[in-house]
């Protein structure tokens, strides 16, 4: 269902302050429209221009949606339309994935509308230039987009590519010369020059942002970005010989941090023409699982992440063990009996160990026993001796042997004490001649362990090479936790499925709601390798997301089951009438779907609630009909059922309401509609809050509804749109004893898709 309102004085357009519309700006002026213009403080670089409708008490969202209203309201209406707002002007060439059709050796009929609908493409990113390059040739003899006058559908180009921070460096590559000379030749015209000078005077807001995401990339000491950068150097780094290493612990399955780690070290290893190593860190039994191991792999490989060797710490347990008695005999470490509570009391305070001065022999004498497990070296570990009260609390004589009697994945019971991981990182990744570690910031106070306990363990096994550490900033999300223990702590719990429930913020959560891998990866690799601090919000990265789904998904139709409205067509077909369209519109690559007309047929029940008798609409894909009576409830707040006659010989474009409908036949394909909300209700947990406190107790609600029978063929992990509902994502196909189930898949706007529980 559409609206069609008109632009009146009084109107307001709402706006970033940094990149005024000028696109609708000009519309309005050409089309001598009179619109009050504010800026929205509220508003951020992602957020669309919004016309606000007061005397029809609606809005409308984005340049295209604002421009045809502003095209249709003027009197010179049909000349911001094209001549003809039907008319088309033929065009032979092919079409790219960003964002057009694909077709290759035929013409198209390219209207002004479709070309609104293109302009989503023409943001920054990768594909811009070769998107760029698709305009610059089907301008080579043309002056305008559409037909031989100014459109909207100019405007709206010319006002995306002078918002793209990109824009201005490909113009000046002198690459296409018919798109450049088209972008010069519209902003010296009236009213676009001087639009130009009043909101630009000195420097275009994109060039502004340019800057600032020059700035950005040099790093931050406070607050937060959105994008990162990978213009920095790895310290001693060669070319060829650059190694560098993703080492996931197998206690927990893969969630989009541990995503960012791995798509950052193998960029480091491809840019120096290096290796990477995948490594699991698999010390502890007591967390470890094979699931985990499989489950890792697995989304390593959905990722796109390649490796040169897999490894696991295990394989150098016979080495760790020799590592040991080497450090003990010089003195390194020595074994600690102190229970475990008191341990980190004496820590905290800089008590020193009543342990610390036991001799070379006796530390010896007990490595024996924990290396049998016996109960003697059970109630022992093995401790670094570094400091005692150092600042940095990480440098107080950490653990780096314990014992733990449970059998390990993949060596048994073979031994009964493991290094921890802060003794076996530094020694694994030289003995792997891994030469650069990428850690996450949070880290950042154990790198001075780090290198001590490196250069303890050169000292003791010769021939031992160096790593260089390199902190990068964490990512997180608000709403989210990221941290392993909490997450398991959900699964426990059963607050959630499992690992892989859409709500978590796991890699098989979020493909499993609907995440693409590519918007996913595009995602990550946009925060760089920076060190800037990054909360990021949930709506970027579905946003991106849609972008990807958006131009090829297949459109079906679905209508809520409790509230639907079934609309008696007078003069609707006696028997059934099958008609074929396409799934999508602008994309032929959906396939096509069958459609059925029918003499009775179902309404959503908040469509007809703005329906009035005697009105006529817009049955899409059929035609118009007019409202001939409505039945109400006794209480009058709900619509029973309404009437009307078919009027196929109107037209379309008169109807202010155009409805999705589906036919009253028993081929209709039972749907359960599921939404989501975050899992945790505060945007960022504090130390010393307890996450049980701020868990979202109604994450997850959800909706019956009748769907089109074309969706009975659809399989599980396709992503479809359902008209004016929403993207979905099926989770569970057509079964006859049950409802297909569908995710709903978040679009970037913080709003339900599905209706939430009134209770």
């Known amino acids: 269902?559409?609206?069609?309102?008109?632009?009146?004085?009084?109107?307001?357009?709402?706006?970033?302050?940094?990149?005024?519309?000028?696109?609708?700006?000009?519309?309005?002026?050409?089309?001598?429209?009179?619109?009050?213009?504010?800026?929205?403080?509220?508003f951020t670089k992602d957020s669309l221009p919004i016309l606000l409708l007061h005397s029809d008490r609606e809005e409308l969202e984005g340049g295209p949606s604002i421009l045809r209203l502003l095209a249709r309201t003027a009197s010179e209406g049909s000349v911001l339309y094209g001549a003809n707002a039907l008319s088309a002007v033929q065009v032979s060439h092919r079409f790219s994935s960003a964002g057009l059709f694909r077709v290759a050796g035929c013409c198209v009929f390219v209207q002004v509308d479709q070309w609104l609908d293109f302009s989503d493409a023409l943001v920054s990113?990768?594909?811009?230039?070769?998107?760029?390059?698709?305009?610059?040739?089907?301008?080579?003899?043309?002056?305008?987009?559409?037909?031989?006058?100014?459109?909207?559908?100019?405007?709206?180009?010319w006002g995306q590519l002078q918002a793209s921070l990109q824009w201005e460096k490909i113009r000046k590559s002198g690459k296409l010369p018919h798109l450049t000379r088209w972008y010069d030749f519209l902003s010296q015209t009236s009213p676009l020059k001087g639009l130009l000078e009043r909101h630009a005077p000195k420097k275009s807001a994109a060039a502004e942002r340019v800057k600032e995401a020059a700035a950005a990339g040099k790093g931050s000491a406070k607050g937060t970005t959105e994008t990162g950068s990978f213009e920095i150097g790895l310290q001693d780094a060669v070319q060829g010989k650059v190694v560098t290493?993703?080492?996931?612990?197998?206690?927990?399955?893969?969630?989009?941090?541990?995503?960012?780690?791995?798509?950052?070290?193998?960029?480091?290893?491809?840019?120096?023409?290096?290796?990477?190593?995948?490594?699991?860190d698999d010390t502890n039994p007591s967390k470890e699982k094979e699931e985990f191991s499989e489950s890792i792999i697995r989304d390593t490989a959905v990722l796109g992440v390649t490796y040169d060797k897999l490894t696991h710490t295990s394989d150098y347990f016979s080495e760790m063990l020799d590592l040991a008695e080497r450090l003990i005999k010089k003195g390194f470490i020595y074994a600690d009996d102190t229970p475990l509570e008191q341990m980190r009391a004496e820590r905290g305070e800089g008590i020193e160990s009543k342990c610390r001065q036991r001799p070379v022999e006796e530390n010896l004498a007990i490595w024996k026993e924990m290396v049998a497990g016996s109960p003697v070296g059970l109630t022992n570990c093995m401790r670094f001796k570094i400091?005692?009260?150092?600042?940095?609390?990480?440098?107080?004589?950490?653990?780096?042997?314990?014992?733990?009697?449970?059998?390990?994945?993949?060596?048994?019971?073979?031994?009964?004490?493991?290094?921890?991981?802060?003794?076996?990182?530094?020694?694994?990744?030289?003995?792997?001649?891994?030469?650069?570690?990428?850690?996450?910031?949070?880290?950042?106070?154990?790198?001075?362990?780090?290198?001590?306990?490196?250069?303890?363990?050169?000292?003791?096994?010769?021939?031992?090479?160096?790593?260089?550490?390199?902190?990068?900033?964490?990512?997180?999300?608000?709403?989210?936790?990221?941290?392993?223990?909490?997450?398991?702590?959900?699964?426990?719990t059963g607050l959630v499925e499992g690992w892989a429930d859409p709500r978590m913020p796991t890699v098989q959560g979020v493909i499993r709601r609907g995440m693409q891998v590519s918007a996913l990866r595009d995602f990550i690799l946009s925060q760089g390798a920076s060190k800037n601090v990054t909360v990021q919000e949930?709506?970027?990265?579905?946003?991106?997301?849609?972008?990807?789904?958006?131009?090829?998904?297949?459109?079906?139709?679905?209508?809520?089951?409790?509230?639907?409205?079934?609309?008696?067509?007078?003069?609707?077909?006696?028997?059934p009438q099958v008609m074929i369209v396409p799934r999508?519109?602008?994309?032929?690559?959906?396939?096509?779907?069958?459609?059925?007309?029918?003499?009775?047929?179902?309404?959503?029940?908040?469509?007809?609630?703005?329906?009035?008798?005697?009105?006529?609409?817009?049955?899409?894909?059929?035609?118009?009909?007019?409202?001939?009576?409505?039945?109400?409830?006794?209480?009058?707040?709900?619509?029973?059922?309404?009437?009307?006659?078919?009027?196929?010989?109107?037209?379309?474009?008169?109807?202010?309401?155009?409805?999705?409908?589906?036919?009253?036949?028993?081929?209709?394909?039972?749907?359960?509609?599921?939404?989501?909300?975050?899992?945790?209700?505060?945007?960022?947990?504090?130390?010393?809050?307890?996450?049980?406190?701020?868990?979202?107790?109604?994450?997850?609600?959800?909706?019956?509804?009748?769907?089109?029978?074309?969706?009975?063929?659809?399989?599980?992990?396709?992503?479809?749109?359902?008209?004016?509902?929403?993207?979905?994502?099926?989770d569970q196909p057509f079964l006859k004893a049950q409802p297909m189930v569908l995710f709903a898949i978040p679009d970037g706007k913080q709003q339900a898709i599905i209706p939430r529980p009134t209770q």
């Open 1 to 42: 269902m559409g609206s069609m309102a008109t632009a009146q004085a009084g109107h307001e357009l709402l706006f970033w302050e940094r990149s005024p519309p000028l696109a609708i700006l000009a519309a309005a002026e050409i089309a001598q429209v009179s619109i009050e213009v504010r800026v929205d403080p509220n």
């Open 538 to 575: 949930w709506d970027k990265i579905w946003t991106m997301n849609k972008k990807v789904i958006d131009p090829v998904c297949g459109r079906h139709t679905a209508v809520l089951k409790s509230t639907k409205v079934l609309l008696k067509l007078s003069n609707g077909p006696e028997e």
């Open 387 to 492: 400091s005692v009260d150092n600042p940095n609390k990480a440098m107080r004589d950490p653990v780096a042997y314990r014992c733990n009697l449970i059998p390990h994945i993949r060596t048994g019971s073979k031994y009964k004490v493991y290094p921890t991981y802060d003794c076996a990182c530094p020694f694994v990744d030289a003995l792997e001649g891994v030469t650069h570690a990428l850690r996450t910031s949070e880290y950042k106070d154990r790198e001075d362990q780090f290198y001590w306990v490196l250069r303890a363990q050169q000292q003791v096994w010769p021939g031992l090479p160096w790593v260089h550490i390199w902190d990068y900033s964490r990512l997180s999300f608000i709403n989210t936790v990221l941290s392993k223990r909490k997450l398991t702590w959900f699964v426990q």
């Open 125 to 157: 990113s990768a594909g811009l230039e070769a998107v760029c390059g698709v305009i610059d040739q089907y301008l080579s003899l043309r002056t305008y987009i559409v037909g031989y006058q100014l459109s909207i559908a100019d405007l709206q180009v």
């Open 584 to 730: 999508h519109k602008k994309f032929e690559g959906a396939g096509r779907k069958a459609t059925t007309k029918t003499k009775e047929v179902w309404l959503d029940q908040e469509d007809v609630q703005l329906l009035k008798e005697g009105e006529e609409v817009t049955l899409m894909d059929w035609g118009n009909a007019v409202v001939q009576a409505i039945s109400r409830s006794e209480d009058g707040k709900t619509i029973t059922g309404a009437e009307g006659q078919l009027h196929l010989e109107g037209s379309v474009k008169s109807t202010k309401w155009k409805l999705h409908w589906l036919p009253n036949i028993a081929e209709l394909v039972p749907l359960r509609l599921v939404d989501f909300d975050h899992l945790i209700t505060k945007k960022k947990l504090e130390e010393g809050d307890a996450l049980e406190d701020f868990v979202n107790k109604k994450s997850r609600w959800e909706v019956d509804a009748l769907g089109d029978a074309n969706l009975r063929k659809l399989q599980k992990g396709k992503v479809i749109q359902l008209e004016r509902k929403g993207y979905f994502i099926i």
């Open 245 to 280: 290493r993703f080492p996931p612990e197998p206690s927990g399955y893969l969630h989009i941090g541990h995503a960012k780690a791995a798509l950052l070290n193998q960029y480091f290893a491809q840019k120096y023409k290096g290796r990477m190593l995948m490594r699991f």
